[in-house]
């Protein structure tokens, strides 16, 4: 379990980057709500982007993103509408 108590706005999130160094292929990254990923939306795109390209699933437990579930078919179509935004 990874705490990350910056500020979402904040490039400098060393429990983030520590978090998704530590993913692997088959892993599910869980977070609170979405805007506690991404410091922008395209900051957000780009770490959605580099989850799907390793296999690793996202689940919003909370907020505008909790409908994301990428383990499921649903969130699997809301990560490639991330992934073409990129």
């Given at each position: 379990?990874?705490?990350?108590?910056?500020?979402?706005?904040?490039?400098?999130?060393p429990p983030?980057?520590?978090?998704?160094?530590?993913?692997?292929?088959?892993?599910?990254?869980?977070?609170?709500k979405?805007?506690?990923?991404?410091?922008?939306?395209?900051h957000?795109?780009?770490?959605?982007?580099?989850?799907?390209?390793?296999?690793?699933?996202?689940?919003?437990?909370?907020?505008?993103?909790?409908?994301?579930?990428a383990?499921?078919?649903?969130?699997?179509?809301?990560?490639?509408?991330?992934?073409?935004?990129?």
């Amino acid at each position: 379990m990874y705490e990350d108590k910056a500020s979402g706005k904040d490039d400098d999130r060393p429990p983030l980057v520590s978090c998704l160094k530590a993913l692997r292929h088959g892993d599910t990254l869980i977070v609170w709500k979405l805007d506690r990923l991404g410091s922008d939306l395209r900051h957000l795109v780009n770490i959605v982007h580099d989850l799907t390209e390793r296999g690793i699933g996202l689940k919003v437990l909370t907020g505008q993103g909790a409908a994301i579930d990428a383990t499921a078919a649903s969130g699997k179509l809301v990560f490639g509408i991330f992934a073409a935004l990129r």
